[in-house]
DNA sequence: GCATATACTTAAGAATCTTATGTATATTTG
DNA sequence: CAAATATACATAAGATTCTTAAGTATATGC
């Protein structure tokens, strides 16, 4: 089967927790596999989430008070279901705002089109 | 003196490349601490560069055969200016066009508002 | 003259991701 | 029903890219 061309991971790089809790604020709760698939879904495939990047960085999430979890068992299998705390719901609009501004910055910095909304 | 916030690194990072080819695109060539200061001037000091991951950048760039050299005398003091070669002028296009779109794939996946233009 | 700005260089370390491997259960398919 | 694939987690070694810091030297402003 094809393998879209996915963006170079330099891009991707650093913006892996902001599209964590944006997943979260959005969807309440998840589990990492299902943040990996549900990223390459929504992407097409251009954006994949690797399990090496994800997990450790779902653990320091957690450690930093960010995110909670919650075991639940599925037959034998265990999930880790992953969930912002108040502070982080406090941290996931921050760091969606910090990435909104830098998109904008970086667009005018380029000589792009500037971006709708948010005026 | 004030210094204005900064993005987090993370968000930089990966960045730089595509940075540095669009303005020597546009400015037809430029020195380092030109790009530096260029570059912190049109965020307003959000974004800015640091000679320690500038000057090195520039190296590689060079060795891969993307910039040419043209070193200018100023009074003692050398400036190297740099300048897309033909094949930079390629890599370039091919760099914006991929932050570009990296960046609505970014406003879809967070659900933010898609942006204008380039239909 | 002294502080600051200009201008380039590079090395050590930190942070983040890739690649690879490991473990184990569940489901699909021939 | 056996084998292949998908689900689901974990982590270590290595690569890449940037930060921090130090070094060198000339030019300019006060």
Redesign the pocket.
């Known amino acids: 089967m094809y393998i879209c061309p996915m963006y170079s991971?330099?891009l991707?790089?650093?913006?892996?927790k902001t599209i964590v809790l944006n997943l979260l604020k959005e969807q309440g709760k998840m589990?990492?596999?299902?943040i990996t698939?549900k990223v390459k879904d929504k992407t097409s495939g251009k954006i994949q989430i690797?399990?090496?990047?994800l997990?450790?960085?779902?653990?320091a999430l957690e450690k930093q008070g960010v995110l909670d979890i919650e075991k639940q068992y599925?037959?034998?299998?265990?999930?880790?279901y992953y969930k912002l705390t108040e502070q982080g719901k406090t941290t996931a609009d921050e760091r969606v705002t910090e990435l909104t501004d830098f998109m904008n910055t970086m667009r005018y910095l380029l000589d792009l089109e500037p971006k709708l909304g948010n005026a």
Do not use: D, N
Not at 12 to 16: A, E, H, N, R
Not at 31 to 34: A, D, I, T
């Open positions: 991971s330099e991707i790089k650093g913006t892996l589990y990492g596999y299902e698939q690797t399990e090496g990047a997990y450790p960085t779902l653990h599925i037959g034998k299998r265990v999930r880790k």
